[in-house]
Each structure stands twice: as C-alpha cells, then as structure tokens.
C-alpha cells in the first residue's frame, strides 16, 4: 500500500472581503480541486506551483492540519486528521516560512528539547546531530541563539531539527525561499544525498526540484496539471522563444533586464535562446 493516498481531494475556504462599511461578499475559493495520485515509500517527489496553486493547502492536508472537504486522504495507511500525534513520530517537515525552533534558545537547545519530545537515545542524537552538522555545514552557530541567525543559517538549523528523529517522511515546504545562492545550494546537495527516506518537496522553483526528486506533480490553480518523472520533463522541449505582454506597465520591469527581452513594435516583448532559469525569472514575475 502507498505510503500517501490522494482520492479525489478538494479544499475549499471562504474568502470575506468588505463592501462599503458594513456590508461583506462571501465567496467560495477552491484551493485544491479534485487531485488524485499516490506516493510509494523511499520516492522523492516534488511539487511544482506558482503561489495559490495549491501545494501548501494540500501538504497540511497530508499532514492532519487541515481536512479535505471532499475525496479521501490516507498518510500512513491512515486518516491524517485522525492520527496527527501519532504519525508526527513518522514525519519530518519544514515549512519556509514557520519557524519550529525556539527564538531566544541556542540551536542546540532546541535539538535538546527535540530529542526529549522524540524520545531519542543520547547515542542516537549525538551521532545524528554531527551527521547532520558535517553536511549542513551547521558547527559554527549551534550555539548561538536563534534570533541572531541569518535566514540561511535558520534554514540550516530547520532542516536539522526535523531530521533528528529519523522520520520515515520528510516534508519541506519551500525550505530554500529568500536563501542566498550558496545556502541554496548547500541545501539542494543535502537532500540530493537522503537515502532511504520518502521526501516530499514544494517550490515553485522547478530546477531545484528537478535536481532533487525523481518524480514531479505540477499544480496550476488547485488542479494537477501533470504527474510525470522528472527524466521525461527534461526531454519535453522548451519553446525556444516566447512572446509576453506586461498588463500594468508599457514599460519592462528591471527585474527583467538580464533575461533578454526585446521590444516589439507592437509594443509586446520578446525573448529568444529560453533556458528553463529564464522562463522560470518570467513566470514568477
């Protein structure tokens, strides 16, 4: 049996917004929609999205945080909502932008309080805690407190405090958001290294999740757009040009100045010679 079992899962939340003074509009927002497919124990799959696609709607929905409204959703051959205490022994997550650590503590600390919610042997931990300081190159900040880390640095300290107590899965949820290259980098390296573990990974940032995972869901508006192996994605041919207009501004963006747009006559833009890391710099914009 598949270790995450999506059936026809949808999530829907009501968005309010005021009219005039006292008057509100409520309408109905479906922010995940019908989503189907299944995860096997020890793949690596990523989940591909630009912001409100879905992904992290539907990662706290296999986590027990939030429950579907419709469709049926099994982590460990269970219901997530039903068996959240029980299945956070099996799990390892890390959201972006949720800290887990303990803000005025040392990083060290916190590893400490870990291993005695997880109940980790000191053999276990101390021998986890220096695996993982090696390869995140972590050893230089263990002991400061965590409000004086830089993003990177927190990351770093994120990615270790989930992993201390050998989880089965491990979710990572746009863990490399806002991080400078080298961290970046040192991050994607690490988990292109887990062995043995089922991880799932989110990003809207498709050649990261192309380095790490084997297979990649793509979700555009709460719908799966694709589920495909991340071999077969890179045969698929990228346009070698496209053509884009700018709907707030005539004017092209600086955040755009390096990706080599042309004006046209028409007043569109152009660009030519795409590689994925620029039609990735254009979507995001």
Not at 80 to 108: C, E, H, M
Not at 171 to 177: M, Q, W
Not at 199 to 221: A, G, M, N, Q, W
Not at 236 to 258: G, K, R, Y
Request: with cysteine.
């Amino acid at each position: 049996m598949a270790l995450i079992e999506v059936d026809h899962v949808t999530k829907q939340y009501v968005k309010v917004a005021k009219i005039g003074v006292v008057r509100k509009k409520r309408t109905l927002f479906t922010a995940v929609d019908d989503i189907s497919f299944a995860i096997e124990a020890g793949e690596k799959v990523g989940i591909v999205g630009l912001n409100g696609s879905g992904k992290s709607t539907l990662i706290k929905m296999m986590l027990g945080i939030l429950r579907a409204d419709d469709g049926t959703l099994a982590t460990f051959s269970g219901d997530p909502t039903k068996y959240r205490q029980r299945n956070a022994q099996r799990i390892g997550s890390v959201f972006g932008q949720r800290s887990q650590l303990r803000w005025d503590l040392p990083v060290y600390d916190t590893f400490l309080l870990n291993k005695e919610i997880f109940r980790i042997s000191k053999e276990d931990f101390l021998a986890r805690v220096e695996h993982l300081t090696s390869l995140l190159d972590a050893k230089d900040f263990l002991q400061q407190p965590v409000r004086t880390l830089s993003l990177g640095q927190r990351m770093k300290a994120e990615v270790m405090a989930s992993l201390l107590h050998d989880p089965e899965l491990i979710i990572l949820d746009e863990p490399t958001i806002g991080l400078d290259v080298v961290t970046k980098n040192k991050i994607v390296k690490f988990l292109q290294q887990v062995e043995g573990k089922t991880l799932l990974y989110t990003s809207h940032d498709l050649e990261d999740v192309e380095k790490i995972c084997s297979r990649i869901l793509i979700l555009d508006h709460g719908k799966l757009l694709t589920d495909i192996s991340a071999q077969a994605l890179a045969k698929i041919a990228t346009p070698s040009q496209i053509e884009f207009s700018l709907v707030d501004s005539a004017n092209l963006p600086a955040a755009l100045a390096d990706v080599g747009v042309q004006t046209l006559p028409n007043g569109n833009f152009r660009v030519a010679g795409l590689s994925s890391k620029k039609l990735s710099k254009i979507y995001d914009f």
